[in-house]
T-cell receptor, first 114, second 112 residues
Framework: DQQVKQNSPSLSVQEGRISILNCDYT??????FLWYKKYPAEGPTFLIS?????DKNEDGRFTVFLNKSAKHLSLHIVPSQPGDSAVYFC?????????????FGQGTILTVHP | EPEVTQTPSHQVTQMGQEVILRCVPI?????FYWYRQILGQKVEFLVS????????KSEIFDDQFSVERPDGSNFTLKIRSTKLEDSAMYFC??????????FGPGTRLTVT
């Protein structure tokens, strides 16, 4: 099941710089996308989301961009901080009869160096 | 900030035994979910539950699995006869009916 793909297993960034995490999807039925952050030994923490009718959503240091024609979304973190070091998952939700089901990507390990 | 809690944090069981994983949802949430993550793999949807019945289940969620909300507060996942391949982190998630779901810290299940 490769409906959501995060092709970069890891990303290393200097503190203060921008982190860009990418996600591609194949399921055209997804109408909502979410980013989660996960620290070791904890559950995924909801970070930010975007509806498929929008192309950008911003919340503080976090911005998600959606390119529906390319079936691509990205999460920008600026400025990056060492506390942002975690695994980041993108997830799609198809709504309708699959309203509750989130389909996750494999995750990208972000390391922010001081 | 309210959070989802799960018990136990780690469960070790022998193959063939029954296990019950417990979750306490955020108090005003009415939608409940179970996911699992096998080591090194993706987080996978198992089942969603609303109004005391299953809304949707994945093909992983076979007859060995069941869910219930026995007392109006806990939400449980039961695996009747565990197999080695059931070893994974099991995450409970809850929501208000919107797209966002809020996850608990997980239960690590080890089947030996």
């Amino acid at each position: 099941d490769q409906q959501v793909k995060q092709n970069s297993p890891s990303l290393s960034v200097q503190e203060g710089r921008i982190s860009i995490l990418n996600c591609d999807y194949t399921n055209s039925m997804f109408d909502y996308f979410l980013w989660y952050k996960k620290y070791p030994a904890e559950g995924p923490t909801f970070l930010i989301s975007i509806s498929s009718i929008k192309d950008k959503n911003e919340d503080g240091r976090f911005t998600v961009f959606l390119n529906k024609s390319a079936k691509h979304l990205s999460l920008h973190i600026v400025p990056s901080q060492p506390g942002d070091s975690a695994v980041y998952f993108c997830a799609g939700n198809a709504g309708g009869t699959s309203y509750g089901k989130l389909t996750f990507g494999q995750g990208t390990i972000l390391t922010v160096h001081p | 900030e309210p959070e989802v809690t799960q018990t136990p944090s780690h469960q070790v069981t022998q193959m063939g035994q029954e296990v019950i994983l417990r979750c306490v949802p955020i108090s005003n949430h009415l939608y409940f979910y179970w996911y699992r993550q096998i080591l090194g793999q993706k987080v996978e949807f198992l089942v969603s539950f609303y109004n005391n019945e299953i809304s949707e289940k994945s093909e992983i969620f076979d007859d060995q699995f069941s869910v219930e909300r026995p007392d109006g507060s806990n939400f449980t996942l039961k695996i009747r006869s565990t197999k080695l391949e059931d070893s994974a982190m099991y995450f409970c998630a809850t929501g208000t009916g919107g797209y966002e779901q809020y996850f608990g810290p997980g239960t690590r299940l080890t089947v030996t």
